[in-house]
C-alpha cells in the first residue's frame, strides 16, 4: 500500500524565481560522460576557498563511521516512437508503470489521440509491432494519459524503448548512454531520469569507500519527467511539484539512527536521496515521531527551498542545476544562496561541465538560521 503524499507548505519568504537564475555558456553542457565515472571532477565546497578535486578523491573527504545513502533506482527505456491508427507520428514517455500492463504517460503528436483508440509500436516487418491502448486521460490537470500494453510494460519497454536522455542532451540516445546514464547499482526499476550523483561511483570506488569503515544504504525514487518541468511563476508559492513514488526500507531507518548515535554523518549521494530521506521524516513528525524516519513506500511532493530545516542529511553530493529549477532551490536551501551562488561562479570560470553527465560538487548543509 502506499501512504498519502508528503508535501510541505508553500514556501513563505521573499525569494523569487530569478533569485536562482544564472547564465551558462552552451559548450559546458555536458553532452556524454567523462571516459571514466570516478575521472569527472569534483567541487569541494566544504572548504575555505574552495577545492577542485578529481571525483576518485572523494572517500578520503569522509570518515569512519559516516554513512552514504544511494538511490537505487534504475532508469526505464521509458521513451517510444510509434505511429497513431490515421499513420501520424507519435513519442511515448512513460511517466509511471502500473505493473503489469498499464502505465501513465506523457504523447506527442500533431493531434491527442482520443480514449478507445490504439496506438502501433515494434517493427511489423521483423513481426514485433504491438498495439497500445489509449484509456484517457490521467495524472495532475489530466496532463498524462493512462495507456495498457498487451504484456509485461517493463519486458515491452526493455526491447523496443528508447533511454530517456534529458531534453539538454543533443543526440539521440546510444549504446553506450543504455550503460552510462545508469548507476552501477540500479536495482528497482521504474525512473525516467537517472539519479546523475551516483552516476560518479564504480565498483572500485565503492570497495574502497567500504575498505575506510563507512557504511551505505540504499533509498528508492524513481525520478519522474517531472525533475526537468520548470518553474513559471515567480511566486514560488504557486509552483506545484510533481508527485514521485519512494521508498525508504526499515533497514536504511536503522543505519541513520546508528550514524546520528556515533556521530557519524549522513551524506546524501543525489538531491533524490535527499527527497526520499527528508519525506521520511515529515512522514514521522507527522504521525508524532519527530526525529525518527517513517519506514516504507509513499508519495512524495516535498518542496525544499531555501529556509528549510532539515532533518536527516548533514552532507550532499550532487551534479550542477539548471537555472532556476526545483534542484537549484534545494542546493540554496542545504548550502546557503551566497555559497551556491559562489560555488556555480568557481564551477563556471573554472569549466567544469554541467548537468546529468557533467561533474559533482560536494556540500556541507548550514543552520537557515545562521
Known amino acids: 500500500m502506499t501512504r498519502d503524499a508528503v508535501h510541505l507548505p508553500p514556501p513563505s519568504g521573499p ?21 571514466e565515472r570516478s575521472a569527472s571532477r569534483l ?4 572548504t575555505t576557498p574552495f577545492t577542485d578535486r578529481i571525483f576518485r578523491d572523494f572517500p578520503r573527504l569522509l570518515n569512519p563511521g559516516d554513512l552514504l545513502v544511494f538511490n537505487d533506482t534504475r532508469v526505464i527505456k521509458a ?10 507520428g507519435v513519442e511515448v514517455l512513460v511517466e509511471r508503470v ?23 509500436f515494434g517493427d511489423a516487418a521483423a513481426g ?50 543504455v550503460r552510462r546514464y545508469q548507476t552501477v547499482f540500479a536495482d528497482r526499476p521504474g525512473a525516467v531520469a537517472a539519479p546523475t550523483a551516483a552516476l560518479h561511483f564504480d565498483e572500485a570506488l565503492l ?28 511566486d ?21 539512527l546508528r550514524a546520528r548515535a556515533a556521530a557519524g554523518r549522513v551524506v546524501a549521494i543525489g538531491t ?23 519506514a516504507g513506500p509513499g508519495e512524495t511532493r516535498i518542496f525544499i527551498t531555501p529556509g528549510y530545516q532539515f532533518q536527516v542529511v548533514d552532507r550532499l553530493v550532487t551534479n550542477f542545476h539548471l537555472p532556476k529549477s526545483t534542484l537549484m532551490m534545494l542546493v540554496s536551501a542545504f548550502s546557503g544562496m551566497e555559497r551556491i551562488r559562489a560555488l556555480y561562479a568557481h564551477a563556471i570560470a573554472q569549466r567544469y561541465r554541467f548537468f546529468s553527465y557533467g561533474d559533482a560538487m560536494l556540500l556541507d548543509r548550514v543552520d537557515p538560521a545562521a
Not at 43 to 46: H, N, Q, S
Not at 80 to 87: D, E, H, M, P
Not at 157 to 175: F, K, N, S
Open 207 to 234: 570497495a574502497e569507500i567500504a575498505a575506510r569503515g563507512v557504511q551505505s544504504a540504499r533509498v528508492t525514487l524513481h525520478v519522474g519527467a517531472g525533475t526537468f518541468q520548470p518553474v513559471r511563476s515567480e
Open 15 to 35: 525569494f523569487r524565481l530569478g533569485d536562482f537564475d544564472f547564465e551558462l555558456p552552451d559548450e559546458l553542457v555536458a553532452q556524454h560522460p567523462a571516459a
Open 43 to 46: 567541487l569541494d565546497g566544504t
Open 98 to 120: 502500473l505493473p503489469p500492463n498499464d502505465a501513465w504517460a506523457h504523447i506527442r503528436a500533431s493531434k491527442s489521440p482520443k480514449p478507445g483508440s490504439a496506438l502501433t
Open 272 to 294: 533524490t536521496t535527499v527527497r526520499a530521506l527528508e519525506s521520511a521524516a515529515t512522514a514521522a513528525t507527522q504521525a508524532g515521531s519527530p526525529g525518527s524516519l517513517r
Open 128 to 177: 514485433t509491432a504491438f498495439e497500445v491502448q489509449v484509456l484517457g486521460r490521467c495524472g495532475p490537470e489530466d496532463s498524462m494519459f493512462h495507456l495498457r500494453f498487451p504484456g509485461d510494460v517493463f519486458a515491452l519497454l526493455e526491447q523496443h524503448g528508447h533511454v530517456p536522455l534529458p531534453p539538454y542532451i543533443a543526440h539521440a540516445d546510444e549504446a553506450d548512454d
Open 79 to 88: 521513451r517510444l516512437f510509434g505511429a497513431k491508427a490515421t499513420g501520424g
Open 236 to 256: 514560488l508559492g504557486q509552483h506545484q511539484m510533481h508527485t514521485e513514488w519512494f521508498d525508504v526500507p526499515q533497514a536504511t531507518v536503522d543505519a541513520v
